[in-house]
Nanobody
Framework: QVQLVESGGGLVQPGGSLGLSCEASGITFRGVTVTWHRQAPGKQRKFVALIRSNESTFYADSVKGRFTISRDNAKNTVYLQMNSLKPADTVVYYC?????WGLGTQVTVSS
């Protein structure tokens, strides 16, 4: 059974940082492009960042310079380090690989 499990979400003050993880089981991230997306209630899921198998990365303009995606193939895990968080970053974050979605992790940025 394939599972992508996100973790690391929570409540943080504006300007703070959080690190998200996406751990896979049942599939290997090695050789696979993994992406992070986010979705606000009632809105479409939006692309945030991707990391290819060669570790090249790409970011949405809204997070460029603030978020960093990385991977550890040995741990079958992809990370999203989020810095300088804003209230607008308050949404559920999902990872995606192959054709599988995780269940998401909530990030709330509020004072």
């Amino acid at each position: 059974q394939v599972q992508l499990v996100e973790s690391g979400g929570g409540l943080v003050q504006p300007g703070g940082s959080l690190g998200l993880s996406c751990e896979a089981s049942g599939i290997t991230f090695r050789g696979v492009t993994v992406t992070w997306h986010r979705q606000a209630p009632g809105k479409q899921r939006k692309f945030v960042a991707l990391i290819r198998s060669n570790e090249s990365t790409f970011y949405a303009d809204s997070v460029k310079g603030r978020f960093t995606i990385s991977r550890d193939n040995a741990k079958n895990t992809v990370y999203l380090q989020m810095n300088s968080l804003k209230p607008a970053d308050t949404v559920v974050y999902y990872c995606y690989a192959v054709c599988y979605w995780g269940l998401g992790t909530q990030v709330t940025v509020s004072s």
